[in-house]
């Protein structure tokens, strides 16, 4: 799978994933857009964002569609958690966070 797949996919749950620490940093990445009063907080407006920017590219859904076997993801995980990015996350990442975030977006 090409890495602008991956990021299609995985950005949207990693995004949810780090509201918990970055919120207020969304909210200034979606400042000025019209949030629906159903949407609970500024990640999870950014998240359907991003969703909705993936699916009229015609980007699959889920790691699932593009034939990951859901055995793999641990391994994914590690080899997630080895990567310089996951230092500049906005919460501590490491494999055992890897792994949620690559099971929710199976």
Same mark, same amino acid.
């Given at each position: 799978?090409?890495?602008? /797949? ?7 749950? $990693? /995004? ?6 970055? &919120? &207020?940093? =969304?909210? &200034? ?9 159903t /949407?609970?907080?500024?990640? @999870?407006? +950014?998240?359907q964002?991003? $969703? ?5 590219? #015609? ?7 593009? #034939? $990951?076997?859901?055995? &793999?993801?641990?391994?994914?995980? @590690? ?10 996350n ?6 055992? @966070?890897? +792994?949620? /975030? =690559?099971?929710?977006? =199976?």
């Amino acid at each position: 799978m090409t890495h602008g /797949v991956a990021l299609a996919i995985l950005l949207p749950h $990693v /995004v949810r994933w780090n509201a918990q620490a970055a &919120d &207020d940093l =969304y909210r &200034d990445l979606v400042n000025g857009a019209p949030q629906p009063s159903t /949407v609970p907080s500024a990640g @999870e407006h +950014l998240a359907q964002r991003l $969703v909705a920017i993936g699916r009229s590219g #015609g980007f699959p859904a889920d790691l699932r569609t593009t #034939g $990951v076997p859901e055995r &793999d993801l641990s391994a994914l995980a @590690e080899a997630a958690a080895a990567q310089w990015t996951g230092t500049f996350n906005p919460r501590p990442f490491g494999a055992r @966070e890897a +792994l949620e /975030v =690559y099971q929710c977006a =199976y």
